[in-house]
């Protein structure tokens, strides 16, 4: 075992205590040597391929996070079949060891790309945190491969939940802890006036997936999940010059709130949670979109994030179907270009013109 070492700065005692004295596995540390941080960085979500926006948590009971950062390719060099060295990027796959009130409970493979939002999401979807004020701070360090989550008031029966798993299809993760099945309720179905999802809507989000620049399209071996902003009717404009996302919004458009990639679709998913809780973005306004295949456990996800409409370019298990109608959630798949299966929660989609 080795200890981390922290470097004292007052202006980052009340995250870096979550760190210091944590006694974790050398071997994962290991996984991350090598790899550049940036703690001085800012916090960062992809609203656009490539581009970094600053956060700043606002004051009150949201958690104080890190910002950690680490490098999402590295170069390779590989042979093609016509016997050529080519030099490649590859996804740069790291473990990240999961401490809450320095009790590890898990370690999750992942890109990187946002390991605090990661972890404080795994935290909401697991069910071992309520809501995001439960955490006081999520520090991670990627010289020791480890996430230390503080919470405020302590995690009850902790011990007893982390007893109760079951082991999923999940790349990445693949453990779900407790009873999920009890804990997440069916969606509203949607009454006679809830504004239904055009045909056109569907087609612009797929086609604005398809040209964004990312880790998948450079390096493969990726999942991506974003969530959007649900299109609504077409209202009519102000008078006068507005600016572009008020425009967008009146036209009707879906809007990409956020982008996240990593090596598992659960990964990814949680993510986007941990973002929604920093943000109190509500799940009843969006939709999701995922490049990771429609099982049980992702349509339990989308459900416990009150998501009504997940799009996924891949198709969908039985269990995953039959869960989506009992949770009155709309399940589309195979999705691309101008096609996709719709296989459950149809009644939300505006008829074909």
């Known amino acids: 075992m080795s200890t981390i070492a922290i470097e004292e700065d007052p202006s980052d005692a009340p995250v870096l205590a979550g760190l210091e004295g944590l006694e974790v596995d050398a071997g994962a540390a290991a996984a991350g040597a090598g790899v550049a941080t940036a703690r001085g960085a800012a916090v960062s979500v992809n609203l656009a391929p490539h581009a970094r926006a600053r956060r700043v948590a606002p004051s009150g009971q949201l958690p104080v996070l890190t910002q950690a950062r680490a490098a999402l390719m590295r170069e390779a060099v590989a042979v093609a079949s016509d016997g050529t060295r080519r030099t490649i990027q590859l996804a740069a796959e790291r473990a990240l060891a999961l401490y809450v009130d320095r009790q590890e409970v898990v370690t999750l493979m992942t890109l990187g790309q946002e390991p605090e ?164 973005v509500p799940g009843e306004a969006c939709w999701l979109y995922t490049t990771g295949r429609l099982t049980s456990e992702m349509v339990l996800k989308a459900a416990s994030l009150r998501i009504p409409l997940v799009v996924s370019r891949n198709g969908a298990t039985a269990m995953g179907q039959q869960l989506a109608e009992s949770l009155n959630l709309t399940l589309i798949g195979r999705a691309g270009g101008q096609n996709y299966l719709c296989y459950a929660g149809a009644a939300r989609l505006a008829p074909r013109r």
Do not use: I, K
């Open 117 to 280: 939002l990661l972890a404080l999401g795994y935290l909401l979807n697991q069910g071992l945190v309520a809501n995001v004020g439960e955490v006081e701070s999520v520090s991670v360090d990627w010289d020791v491969a480890a996430a230390a989550v503080r919470t405020r008031a302590g995690v009850g029966s902790l011990a007893e939940r982390l007893a109760r798993r079951t082991v999923t299809t999940g790349c990445g993760q693949g453990t779900v802890f407790g009873d999920w099945l009890q804990r997440v309720p069916p969606l509203p179905a949607p009454a006679a006036d809830t504004p239904t999802v055009a045909h056109e809507s569907l087609v612009s989000l797929l086609d604005a997936m398809r040209r964004l620049p990312s880790v998948h399209r450079d390096a493969g071996s990726v999942h991506g999940t974003a969530l959007w902003r649900a299109a609504h009717e077409p209202a009519r404009p102000p008078e006068g010059l507005m600016p572009e996302r008020e425009a967008r919004r009146c036209s009707g458009e879906p809007e990409m709130l956020v982008h996240v990639e990593d090596v598992g679709r659960h990964n990814a998913v949680d993510t986007v949670a941990g973002w929604m809780a920093m943000h109190a």
